[in-house]
């Protein structure tokens, strides 16, 4: 039987204009028995979130895997438009 990983994920939002994070999770560790099911979910207030260009970055490694396989990252840009 193949060991189990041991999984944190991090997620940071910044805001283009700025460059410093403007959320950041620090890392989390993911529970073991979620392992296999491959996703990470949430929710994300986009209301309460100044009008600009954002990056959402999601950082995810295995503490036990090779060194040069042990993280993943992923990246998606949106926009928050003003208010009407």
Do not use: C, N
Not at 10 to 31: H, M, N, Y
Request: glycine share 8%; charged share 20%; aromatic share 8%.
């Amino acid at each position: 039987m193949p060991a189990q990983g041991r999984v944190e994920v991090q997620v940071i939002l910044v805001r283009e204009s700025d460059r410093r994070p403007f959320s950041d999770t620090g890392a989390k560790p993911v529970p073991a028995a979620t392992l296999g099911d491959h996703y990470l979910a949430g929710q994300l207030d986009t209301a309460s979130m100044p009008p600009g260009d954002y990056i959402m970055q999601i950082l995810a490694w295995d503490k036990l895997a090779a060194t040069k396989k042990q993280i993943s990252a992923q990246w998606a840009r949106f926009t928050i438009a003003p208010g009407r």
